[in-house]
């Protein structure tokens, strides 16, 4: 008798988890791949994220995303299990992707990976290849998604990195870790001086929050802003924020962060289901949709 094939199982661990947009673009991949597979949104709360990560192999799922607030707690996670743990993930400090492996004696281990750098880069030479990197670059923030970025700059070859963020002391740290060894030029810049940092660069990066739906907006003036200067803003929702249209109207070629959202999610995809997805016109279609719903009317 043919053994019965297992359903491929993924998903998604939060808390809160119901925001993520995750499930909607999985679930594309897999019918349009015809996979037997399934893609769940998991609420876990901090205190039982490791057991829950010890469970999941056991319930059939071959890894998860992982999403706030557990991105650093999921890398200590899988370090004190004896897991492995990729290059880019071990300098940002977080993962976003854990990738359950069978031992073949009834166990299991972890890998964690942080593809996030992976989407920025790819959106970037997606929507405005190479412009972006022939000068110095600014990047406000000094969070999770800062670093990513940064690393792949960093790896991009960028030499000049300029890191703005409220709290001085947090750019100031992330500044520092990159000048280590034979790192970039990266200097932070105070917040009340975020105007005159645009003066020069070939690349402004908003990795912050500030001009999400619900967030506070992103005040900065763009005058001194080169007109040639890609404005790329990691924010999807709403897919065009207040900052890339300011961009935009100025004649900045402008990078928005839905692709970053679909392109960090195909490797994923791949460990899991054995099939690299393209980010087509159509997922991000089904992705624009979804937001469109939660716009005011």
């Not at 992103?218 to 790329?232: G, K």
Request: charged fraction near 20%; hydrophobic fraction near 40%; glycine fraction near 12%.
């Amino acid at each position: 008798m043919t053994a019965q094939k297992k359903t491929a199982r993924a998903g998604v661990v939060g808390w809160p988890v119901a925001h993520t947009r995750s499930p909607l673009l999985h679930r594309h991949w897999l019918r349009q791949h015809g996979i037997d597979g399934e893609y769940t949104a998991l609420a876990v709360p901090p205190a039982g994220l490791v057991r829950t990560l010890s469970q999941l192999p056991r319930r059939g799922f071959s890894g998860v995303n992982v999403t706030v607030p557990h991105k650093q707690a999921a890398l200590e996670a899988i370090i004190a299990a004896g897991g492995g743990v990729t290059e880019t993930a071990r300098r940002v400090g977080a993962v976003n992707t854990v990738v359950f492996h069978d031992d073949g004696h009834g166990g299991f281990s972890m890998e964690g990976h942080k593809t996030d750098a992976f989407g920025f880069m790819e959106n970037l030479k997606e929507k405005a290849p190479r412009e972006g990197l022939r000068g110095p670059v600014v990047v406000l923030g000094a969070g999770g998604a800062a670093r990513a970025i940064c690393a792949s700059l960093q790896d991009a070859g960028v030499r000049e990195i300029r890191i703005i963020n409220r709290s001085g002391k947090k750019a100031w740290d992330l500044a520092q870790e990159m000048t280590q060894g034979a790192g970039p030029c990266a200097a932070p810049v105070p917040w009340e001086d975020r105007e005159s940092a645009l003066a020069g660069i070939s690349l402004l990066v908003n990795g912050t929050p500030l001009g999400m739906s619900g967030s506070p907006p992103l005040d900065l003036p763009l005058d001194l802003l080169p007109e040639a200067a890609v404005v790329y803003d990691i924010v999807y929702a709403p897919p065009e924020t207040a900052l890339l249209q300011r961009a935009k109207a100025r004649g900045n070629p402008v990078v928005d962060g839905l692709g970053m959202l679909i392109h960090q999610a195909r490797p994923a995809f791949e460990a899991w289901f054995g099939v690299m997805p393209e980010a087509t016109p159509e997922v991000r279609e089904i992705l624009e949709a979804d937001l469109r719903k939660e716009e005011p009317t």
